[in-house]
């Protein structure tokens, strides 16, 4: 009978033939275990999608800001890089990682025994479709602040050499748009923390400080962008130039427009969810009684 079933199970109290032929066996003598095994299964393949999610939407952000925001080029006819090299590696590496990360050590949802068994594999359409949404908004949005703040807030002008931070001659405005884009770009991936913890719940459906690593990183990582575009030497090396009250208010702006722009997106998203759902209820419901008028 163990040999037969799909999953054979044996107590660890039994027989070692038993044993042998289990595929599981519970030292503990206890059937709840199984349960309580596949509630952490559950958890771990959950906070695997929240971190896949966090990491490549920030990816994305990064791409669309660096390939259309090249399209900026200076008198030389060479293209300004909307973030330095450095500035990537601080995003990637000292604010998103230790973030996405965090989001390993969220606890599983109360319902999370009611939700049917995963079939599909890790990239579905709903996963790939946060990726893309997430990593257009904010990528599309640090781009808006660091074009408004090149053109609008500043004179156009990009300087010459300004990608080198040891050279160039004009640099102030590029370097300005470049710290707007990089403490924007920070504060929406920070943000983005809140929107992969459920990305199909709104924020007041969330229970935002349960993870207390999470948000000790998020606060750790806000305060520790202010330094680098103010003080002399970090801000020379990252290639960029302390906000001024008119920067400061674009990534204003560009955070709230993200915040708002994604529980938009999360609550679209739920509704069409719910109601295909419900479509699916119903379709069910007259199928059973075609078959059963038949």
């Not at 708002?260 to 209820?281: C, F, N, Q, V």
Request: hydrophobic share 45%; proline share 2%; glycine share 10%.
């Amino acid at each position: 009978a163990l040999k037969q079933a799909d999953v054979g199970i044996a107590m660890g109290g039994g027989s070692d033939v038993a044993k042998e032929v289990a595929d599981i066996v519970l030292t503990d003598n206890n059937f709840a275990t199984i349960v309580m095994a596949i509630r952490e299964g559950r958890r771990i393949m959950t906070n695997i999608l929240k971190f896949v999610v966090n990491l490549l939407s920030v990816n994305v952000s990064e791409v669309i800001l660096l390939t259309i925001g090249l399209y900026e080029q200076d008198e030389n006819k060479i293209s300004a890089f909307p973030l330095s090299p450095l500035q990537i590696l601080w995003l990637n590496m000292i604010t998103n990682t230790p973030c996405s990360i965090c989001l390993g050590f969220e606890k599983a949802s109360k319902r999370i025994m009611e939700k049917r068994p995963r079939k599909k594999g890790l990239f579905t359409r709903e996963v790939i479709a946060d990726i893309l949404v997430f990593g257009i908004l904010m990528g599309g949005l640090a781009l808006g602040g660091y074009i408004f703040t090149l053109e609008v807030l500043g004179d156009g002008k990009l300087g010459t050499d300004c990608n080198n931070p040891d050279k160039g001659l004009n640099c102030w405005t590029v370097r300005h748009a470049r710290s707007v884009a990089f403490v924007g770009l920070t504060i929406m991936v920070l943000w983005h923390c809140f929107n992969c913890k459920d990305t199909r719940k709104n924020l007041w459906q969330l229970r935002l400080f349960e993870n207390k690593s999470m948000i000790a990183v998020m606060i750790l990582g806000a305060v520790g962008t202010i330094p680098t575009v103010y003080i002399p030497g970090v801000k020379k090396v990252l290639n960029q130039e302390g906000l001024n009250g008119g920067g400061w208010l674009v990534c204003f702006v560009v955070f709230i427009a993200f915040a708002i722009l994604s529980e938009i997106y999360k609550w679209g998203k739920a509704t069409w969810m719910r109601k295909a759902k419900d479509r699916r209820k119903e379709d069910l419901r007259k199928d059973s009684i075609d078959g059963i008028e038949v």
